[in-house]
T-cell receptor, first 112, second 112 residues
Framework: DAEITQSPRHKITETGRQVTLACHQT?????MFWYRQDLGHGLRLIHY???????NKGEVSDGYSVSRSNTEDLPLTLESAASSQTSVYFC???????????FGPGTRLTVL | GENVEQHPSTLSVQEGDSAVIKCTYS??????FPWYKQELGKRPQLIID?????GEKKDQRIAVTLNKTAKHFSLHITETQPEDSAVYFC???????????FGSGTRLLVRP
């Protein structure tokens, strides 16, 4: 079955380290998104992509970057992890039509 | 940019009662309004959505209403059951942007 996966599911890192979170979907969706979820803030958009080689900044993009070299993957990189980036990260994808976004299982990141 | 406000932040109801969650949005160009349910430790999942050309939509015990003039939309759950206990998020998007701006979430507790 087609699906969307994230790895790792849990990650503990230290301040200043570079961290990459993986997101992989097998639906062949063009549109992919990264969100972070913090108590009291809901889901906030970090970066998104409408297709290969396309990337766009969301509401809270500072300190994060993404790249899209193929349709299936949108890795999220924290250039220099900060304690404020401790959060649960969700990626999502949607086909070319307006409608449901399908979320991955999430990655819980702790920055010490 | 778009801003979505959601109320209340927590809601406790007796099993069998109705629950109503309200959201307001700021961008009059927004035209797609989904609702997501997130159970503890799980990913958000779409439960119902509505587009701006429709005033109301129902799916069994769940309904969503939209008032474009006032720029608000609401989720109504009737005959609540303990399994309805979760966090509910509203969201808004416009045109072909596909990106969702989420409200801060409502934690619904249904007491048996």
């Amino acid at each position: 079955d087609a699906e969307i996966t994230q790895s790792p599911r849990h990650k503990i890192t230290e301040t200043g380290r570079q961290v990459t979170l993986a997101c992989h979907q097998t639906w062949n969706h063009n549109n992919m998104f990264w969100y972070r979820q913090d108590l009291g803030h809901g889901l906030r958009l970090i970066h998104y992509s409408y297709g290969v080689h396309d990337t766009n900044k969301g509401e809270v993009s500072d300190g994060y970057s993404v790249s899209r070299s193929n349709t299936e993957d949108l890795p999220l990189t924290l250039e220099s992890a900060a304690s404020s980036q401790t959060s649960v990260y969700f990626c999502a994808s949607t086909p070319g039509l307006e409608g449901e976004q399908f979320f991955g299982p999430g990655t819980r990141l702790t920055v010490l | 940019g778009e801003n979505v406000e959601q109320h209340p932040s927590t809601l406790s109801v007796q099993e069998g009662d109705s629950a109503v969650i309200k959201c307001t949005y700021s961008d009059s160009a927004s035209n797609y309004f989904p609702w997501y349910k997130q159970e503890l430790g799980k990913r958000p999942q779409l439960i119902i959505d509505i587009r701006s050309n429709v005033g109301e939509k129902k799916d069994q015990r769940i309904a969503v209403t939209l008032n474009k003039t006032a720029k608000h939309f609401s989720l109504h759950i009737t005959e609540t059951q303990p399994e309805d206990s979760a966090v509910y998020f509203c969201a808004a998007s416009k045109g072909s942007s596909y990106k969702l701006i989420f409200g801060s979430g409502t934690r619904l507790l249904v007491r048996p």
